[in-house]
Nanobody
Framework: QVQLVESGGGSVQPGEALTLSCKGS????????VGWFRQAPGKEREGISC????????YYTDSVKGRFTISRVPRTNTVYLQMSDVRLEDTAIYYC?????????WGQGTQVTISS
C-alpha cells in the first residue's frame, strides 16, 4: 500500500522559515517525479513546485520562486520543501505528490499558517 505522509507544518510568522517533509512508504520516491501543491481557504489546489525523476529539472510557481526549494533524499525516501521568507499568502494546506506513468499518489496534507 502506497502512502505519502507529510509533516513539518505549523504556525509561523511572516519572514520566518519552515521545512515540510513527505515520507513515502510502499513507493520508491526516487523513481517518481515529485511535487508540492497547496490549497488555500476558498481557493483551488495549485502546484507550486516539482522535481523531475532524474532531479535534472525543477519548477517553481512565480509566487514562491527564490523562497522555496524542493529536494529529495533517496536514502530516507523523503521529499522536502524548504520554505523561507514566508508570507501571509503562503497559508494553506500543503500536499506532496508523486507521479509516474500516469500513476499519481497524494499525501493527506499538512497545514501551514502564517500569521503575525
Amino acid at each position: 500500500q502506497v502512502q505519502l505522509v507529510e509533516s513539518g507544518g505549523g504556525s509561523v510568522q511572516p519572514g520566518e522559515a519552515l521545512t515540510l517533509s513527505c515520507k513515502g512508504s510502499g513507493i520508491t520516491l526516487g523513481q517518481y517525479a515529485v511535487g508540492w501543491f497547496r490549497q488555500a481557504p476558498g481557493k483551488e489546489r495549485e502546484g507550486i513546485s516539482c522535481l523531475s525523476i532524474k532531479d535534472d529539472y525543477t519548477y517553481y510557481t512565480d509566487s514562491v520562486k527564490g523562497r522555496f526549494t524542493i529536494s529529495r533524499v533517496p536514502r530516507t525516501n523523503t521529499v522536502y520543501l524548504q520554505m523561507s521568507d514566508v508570507r501571509l499568502e503562503d497559508t494553506a494546506i500543503y500536499y506532496c505528490n508523486a507521479l509516474k506513468d500516469g500513476n499519481t499518489y497524494w499525501g493527506q496534507g499538512t497545514q501551514v499558517t502564517i500569521s503575525s
